[in-house]
T-cell receptor, first 116, second 110 residues
Framework: NAGVTQTPKFQVLKTGQSMTLQCAQD?????MSWYRQDPGMGLRLIHY???????DQGEVPNGYNVSRSTTEDFPLRLLSAAPSQTSVYFC???????????????FGSGTRLTVV | GEDVEQSLFLSVREGDSSVINCTYT??????LYWYKQEPGAGLQLLTY?????DMKQDQRLTVLLNKKDKHLSLRIADTQTGDSAIYFC??????????FGTGTRLLVSP
């Protein structure tokens, strides 16, 4: 099925470990982004990309790295996991361009990360 | 700064209408969106409204926009138990960046 695929769905890490959350889309969307969802705080933008080779920081980028080598993939790397990074992570994608109607994001189903 | 606020919780009975409210701060927002999140799932786009519109109707959904007060609402007619979910409003604040509200958890009881 077309859409945004995130792996893994669940992950438990120890403090200080590193890992990569995977995100792939098959809709040829130029724009991709990572959000974290915490209770009572809505979704906060971590990093985003407007196309292959182009990334930029969002609202809460510290502790996370991204790269965009292909249009399809946008992995999120946690460099040294901390308990404050316990959250649900969502990847989203959309078409690019100047028409905001294209900003109707397609979301993945999320990765629930616990850092102990 | 950019800030989108919603009440956290709404409880209604099946068959009633639900009204979920949202206030935003960026007066330059061009589009405003409503998303639905069911348990264990990502967000799904429900509907959107352009900032030069006052109202948009889409089947059981009615979106009202008061641009002067920066107030957005989503009305769900004949609410069903399947409508139980978290509803997020979001504003577009620039090139493809959306700012989401905190989400309103709607509970529909039989």
């Amino acid at each position: 099925n077309a859409g945004v695929t995130q792996t893994p769905k669940f992950q438990v890490l120890k403090t200080g470990q590193s890992m990569t959350l995977q995100c792939a889309q098959d809709m040829n969307h130029e724009y991709m982004s990572w959000y974290r969802q915490d209770p009572g705080m809505g979704l906060r933008l971590i990093h985003y990309s407007v196309g292959a080779g182009i990334t930029d920081q969002g609202e809460v980028p510290n502790g996370y790295n991204v790269s965009r080598s292909t249009t399809e993939d946008f992995p999120l790397r946690l460099l040294s996991a901390a308990p404050s990074q316990t959250s649900v992570y969502f990847c989203a994608s959309s078409y690019s361009g100047s028409n905001p109607i294209n900003y109707g994001y397609t979301f993945g189903s999320g990765t629930r990360l616990t850092v102990v | 700064g950019e800030d989108v606020e919603q009440s956290l919780f709404l409880s209604v009975r099946e068959g009633d209408s639900s009204v979920i409210n949202c206030t935003y701060t960026d007066s330059s927002s061009t589009y405003l969106y409503w998303y639905k999140q069911e348990p264990g799932a990502g967000l799904q786009l429900l509907t959107y409204i352009f900032s030069n519109m006052d109202m948009k109707q889409d089947q059981r959904l009615t979106v009202l926009l008061n641009k002067k007060d920066k107030h957005l609402s989503l009305r769900i007619a004949d609410t069903q138990t399947g409508d139980s979910a978290i509803y997020f409003c979001a504003e577009s604040t620039g090139f493809q960046k959306l700012v989401f509200g905190t989400g309103t958890r709607l509970l529909v009881s039989p």
